[in-house]
């Protein structure tokens, strides 16, 4: 009957993008593939957007008319019109906890996740940025390596000062994730 589905899995672990060109659409589970074979142009307004926040919201991709299909939905397409819906919606229950309780179960559940990825028989390392994530999770690792070498990696930027003389982060940013796109 002409109808074409795309369903997504409902927590969005396998991303599907897609756009429609001259009534035809084209969908892949990575940029790169729809690339191939469309000249994508670059939608700079989005992919300033992704750089001053935490990376694309959803259905933005780093390309004009083309999008990334939300986790738990299905996308129907049927001559050349494109419905999109949600099957897919969790129930989430609201719950009132006291502050040491959030503390001491956030802490239960963050030692518990580095002290399972400790457990190997390979050298483990770990990249440090700075930040207070990086700091945490090598500092938590050293308590479960059973004294063994921690190794730790570190980046150093040579013309940061000049970079950051620019001021205009955003653009320089974007036109550094543009061609990481290309």
Known sequence: NN??????????????????????????SELKALKLILPLEHNYTNIALATSSIGFYYPLTPYKNTYRLRPGSILNYKYGIID?????????????????????????????????????DVT????????????SIATTALKYNNNRPLHVFNAFVENKAELERGGDHDNINSLRLANEYD
Do not use: E, H, Q
């Not at 109808?3 to 892949?28: E, H, M, Q, W």
């Not at 897919?88 to 802490?107: A, E, G, V």
């Open 84 to 120: 999109i819906n949600c099957w897919y919606s969790p129930i989430l229950k609201k719950r009132t906890y006291n502050y040491n309780y959030i503390k001491d179960k956030f802490l239960d559940i963050f030692n518990d996740a580095v002290n399972i990825r400790m457990k190997t």
């Open 3 to 28: 109808n074409c589905y795309i369903i997504s899995d409902r927590f969005g672990v396998k991303p599907i993008y897609y756009t429609a060109v001259n009534k035809i659409l084209y969908f892949a």
């Open 124 to 135: 483990v390392g770990c990249s440090l940025t700075g930040g207070l994530d990086s700091t």
